[in-house]
């Protein structure tokens, strides 16, 4: 037998753990899974070093981007969910490997924050965009019952200004009837292909998992995950004239 032959009961353990897999409608992805807490930081001075790469979810209070996070991490309690709005405060870090982050960014429009507080986000908000150079995308979240609020437009510009792509995600799509959810979708789409920028649009619910895996596909873009797996120097190797 040679070294890669597996035993038949290895083999039957294989085909069982897929088989429930498959029942289950869970592809879990392992590199989103192993995400952790890396820190939290008040002000733009305060985020961990400018190397690697990131992408930041941004959004309304309430707007769905904690549970987001944690839906495409496959975690129940990664970054922490709340009905209270303006629940996130700070920047937060998750570190998905060395040289690789998610970043949820406090949530805004939330009415009881002091006009004073409003102004310091914007301040804040604006400076990270434009300066972060390890930022590689960034992701809008809107309730889908709620779309391009003053606030998502504005981040919509900003992120067009520092030449980011854009995904805007229509979060608790579980709350439309498919048909619905999708006449949001294209109206969303035709306002946004008049402002300036790469953005797409797409439907999610944390809550049903809709949306995880092509979000996932456009974070390994955004994030070079691929570029970890296969490191561009073995590309010539796979060449047919070799
Ligand atoms: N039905 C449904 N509810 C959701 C979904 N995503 C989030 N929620 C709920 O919406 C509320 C707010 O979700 P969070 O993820 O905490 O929102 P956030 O944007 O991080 O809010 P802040 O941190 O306050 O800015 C919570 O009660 C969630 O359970 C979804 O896809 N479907
Ligand atoms: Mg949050």
Redesign the pocket.
Known sequence: MGDTDVGPSAFLRLQVLELSRVRSGLTMNPFYQRAHFLTAAARVEQCPADEGREVAFA?R???????AINALCHQSALAR???T????QQLIFFELDEARRLVDLP?YGYAKVPDSVKRDWQHHMAAYLEQRRSLAGLVV?MDIRHPLSEFDRQMLHWGGRADLPMLLLL??A??LKTGAARATQHAVERAVSELAGRVEVMLF???KRQGVEPVQGRLDRWLEVGAAIEPPDTLPRIRPSD
């Not at 209070?61 to 549970?67: H, L, V």
């Open positions: 959004g209070s309430n707007a769905g981007k904690s549970s969910t709340s009905k709005p303006g629940r996130t949530g979240v979060t608790k579980d709350k619910s944390a809550l």
